[in-house]
């Protein structure tokens, strides 16, 4: 809901369906510009290894090659994730980790703070800069 209060298209948590067979479930997607994203939310006790990132990733594979992917995990990633993450090639995920998403949540910069990471990963093939280490 916070790209929505910023003014981002937002499309709610729904299902794929192939008849009564549900072949994807998707948490959201946002529109912003020129980017389209799927997003993938995670809420665990302990920090997300890659598999969501490879579901996450098999759904892109099902998309046109500009849809990228946000993954948001309250409780981190791990090394295996990120170095995953990072080697992943094309790079179409970008990682949010939950303190990034309260910074971003109350200064009101999702919207800017997805595109800082979208250019950081266009510029540098790096998936996870942190925006709030980064003042955006």
Request: charged content about 30%.
């Amino acid at each position: 809901r916070a790209f929505e209060v910023e003014k981002a298209t937002v499309v709610y948590p729904y299902e794929v369906r192939d008849g009564r067979l549900t072949i994807e479930q998707i948490d959201g997607v946002v529109y912003l510009d020129h980017l389209t994203c799927l997003l993938e939310s995670k809420d665990q006790g302990k920090p997300l290894d890659h598999d969501p990132l490879a579901d996450l990733r098999d759904q892109l594979q099902r998309r046109p090659p500009s849809v990228i992917g946000c993954c948001a995990s309250a409780s981190g990633f791990t090394l295996n994730a990120r170095k995953r993450a990072v080697l992943a090639a094309p790079q179409r995920i970008l990682l949010w980790e939950a303190t990034e998403i309260e910074y971003a949540l109350t200064k009101g910069r999702m919207c800017r703070g997805l595109h800082a990471k979208y250019r950081h990963c266009v510029e540098r093939a790096m998936p996870d800069f942190n925006i709030e280490a980064a003042k955006i």
